[in-house]
C-alpha cells in the first residue's frame, strides 16, 4: 500500500510503519486510537477532480484511492465491484425545512438509503474488504444496532460468516436484520459499554476480524467517504456548516478526515464547520466541553448514538475544534417533533439518532450559533424504518374511520 506512509497514535504521536493488522497504539493500549497516514503525492496520481468526473462508479469505491485498501486504482480497487452498493447517496437541496428554521440554504444528506439503511455501511464495506484481504472468514463486532446490520449485511454478500454482539434493548428491526442476513447474533443483557466488552473478549478468544470503530482504525476511513461525497455533490465548494449526530464519535471523526484529506490534495479550500450534535439523555461530548469524558448513562431514544463511553473520543473532539465547530445536545422530544418535520417537509425518514444532526441545526439556529445566512448540510444517518415504535410516536396513530364517505365527512378530517 504505496499511498499510506503509516500509523500516528492519536495519544502519545508516535508513528508506526503501515503493518496490515496494527488496530492500536503498542504504547497506549486500546485507547491509542491511530490515525492513517497517507501520502498525498501518491494519492495524487489516481485521484483528482477530473478523474472523479469520468469516473462511473456511483458508489464510495470511486473514492478508493484514499482509503487503506491494497493497490487501490481510479476505478476502484480490485473485487469492490462485487460488494453491495454503497454510498453516493443523494444530497437534497431543502425546499421548506430550511425556511421554517430561518435558514437560507440548508442540504440534507439522506444515507437512510445504503443497502441496510444507514451510513455504517461505508464503515463495514471497507472492515469486510480488509477481513477479505487479510484472508479471515469471521468478522465480528459490538453495535447498538446499525454497525451490527450493516457488518451483517455486508459480509453476507461476501461470503463471510458474522458474530454480533448487540444489547438487549436493540429495537427489533435492527435485530430482524441481523438474523436475516445469517449472522450469530449474541443479545447482551448490560449496556453498550458491557456489550462491547465483551466482543473484546471474544474476538481476542476466537481470532475473528474486528470490526469494533473504537479500535480499528480503517472504520473512520469508510465514513469519512460521506465527506467526499458531499464535496463532490456541491462542486468542491462545501456548506458553511456540516452538522453530525453523535455516539462513539467515529462518524464525526471520519466526516472531518475527509475534508482534511480533499483539503491537503487542494481539491477544496477550506473545512466546513462541524456541529456535533448528542442527546441531552446521553451526552458525554457535550458535557466534557472539550475536555476529559466522564461515563454517561445511555437514556435516550436514539439508540444508535446511545454510546455512554465512547471509544473514539480524540478524533471526535478534534473534528469539532479544528473546524471552529461546536456540540450541542437536544431533548428526546426535541428528536420526535424533527423526525416529523423532516419527514413532512422533505421526504426523508430517519430514525432518532438519524434525525438527532437536524434537531441540533434548530436548536443552533436559536440559540445564534448559526447564523440565517449561513449554509449547512445535515446528515441523515440512518432510515426511519430500522425503528418503527418511535417513528409511531413522533407521527402518532392513524384515524380510524368507519368504511362510508358520511363517516368521513362527519370526522372533518378531509377538507377541500
Not at 478508493?64 to 481510479?74: E, F, I, Q, V, Y
Not at 471520519?254 to 490534495?265: C, P, R, S, T
Not at 448514538?305 to 479544528?322: F, Y
Request: glycine share 12%; proline share 6%; net charge neutral.
Amino acid at each position: 500500500m504505496n499511498h499510506i506512509l503509516g500509523y500516528h497514535c492519536t495519544l502519545c504521536n508516535a508513528e508506526f510503519p503501515p503493518l496490515p493488522e496494527l488496530m492500536t497504539c503498542p504504547h497506549c493500549g486500546e485507547t491509542g486510537i491511530l490515525d492513517i497516514v497517507y501520502d498525498y503525492g501518491v494519492v495524487k496520481k489516481h485521484f483528482s477532480r477530473e478523474r472523479l468526473t469520468g469516473n462511473r462508479d456511483n458508489s464510495m469505491w470511486r473514492y478508493a484511492p484514499l482509503m487503506p485498501l491494497r493497490s487501490p486504482s481510479a476505478g476502484g480497487a480490485e473485487g469492490l465491484s462485487d460488494f453491495l452498493r454503497i454510498g453516493w447517496s443523494p444530497l437534497y437541496k431543502s425546499l421548506r425545512l430550511g425556511e421554517r428554521l430561518g435558514l437560507r440554504t440548508l442540504y440534507i444528506k439522506d444515507d437512510g438509503i445504503n443497502p441496510t439503511a444507514s451510513l455504517k455501511d461505508r464503515a463495514s464495506g471497507v472492515a469486510v474488504a480488509k477481513a477479505l484481504e487479510l484472508g479471515y472468514d469471521t468478522i465480528s463486532c459490538s453495535s447498538t444496532g446499525n454497525a451490527a446490520s450493516s457488518l451483517a449485511g455486508n459480509a453476507a454478500r461476501m461470503g463471510l460468516k458474522t458474530v454480533i454482539f448487540v444489547p438487549q434493548r436493540a429495537p427489533q428491526g435492527k435485530v430482524a436484520q441481523l438474523l436475516i442476513f445469517g449472522a450469530n447474533v449474541i443479545s447482551v443483557a448490560g449496556d453498550y459499554r458491557q456489550t462491547f466488552e465483551l466482543s473484546k473478549a471474544a474476538i481476542e478468544k476466537w481470532g475473528f476480524y474486528n470490526r469494533n470503530a473504537g479500535i480499528n482504525p480503517i472504520l473512520t476511513e469508510g465514513k469519512k467517504t460521506v465527506a467526499l461525497e458531499i464535496a463532490e455533490q456541491l462542486h468542491f465548494a462545501p456548506t458553511d456548516w456540516v452538522a453530525v449526530s453523535v455516539g462513539d464519535g467515529c462518524t464525526i471523526g471520519g466526516v472531518y478526515n475527509g475534508f482534511y484529506d480533499l483539503l491537503q490534495l487542494g481539491m477544496i479550500e477550506r473545512i466546513p464547520k462541524i456541529l456535533g450534535v448528542q442527546s441531552t439523555g446521553c451526552c458525554p461530548f457535550v458535557d466534557a466541553k472539550g475536555g476529559p469524558l466522564v461515563p454517561t448513562p445511555e437514556n435516550t431514544i436514539a439508540d444508535s448514538i446511545a454510546v455512554g463511553v465512547p471509544r473514539n473520543p480524540v478524533k471526535a473532539q478534534r473534528a469539532v475544534a479544528n473546524s471552529g465547530g461546536t456540540w450541542l445536545a437536544v431533548t428526546d422530544e426535541d428528536i420526535l417533533a424533527t423526525m416529523r418535520l423532516l419527514g413532512a417537509a422533505e421526504g426523508v425518514f430517519g430514525e432518532p439518532a438519524g434525525v438527532t444532526a437536524a434537531a441540533g441545526v434548530a436548536r443552533a439556529i436559536e440559540t445564534g450559533i448559526i447564523r440565517s445566512n449561513e449554509s449547512v448540510t445535515v446528515i441523515s444517518t440512518g432510515s426511519g424504518l430500522k425503528d418503527v415504535a418511535n417513528a409511531l410516536r413522533a407521527a402518532g396513530e392513524p384515524f380510524l374511520c368507519e368504511p362510508s364517505l358520511e363517516a368521513l365527512e362527519r370526522s372533518g378530517r378531509v377538507q377541500s
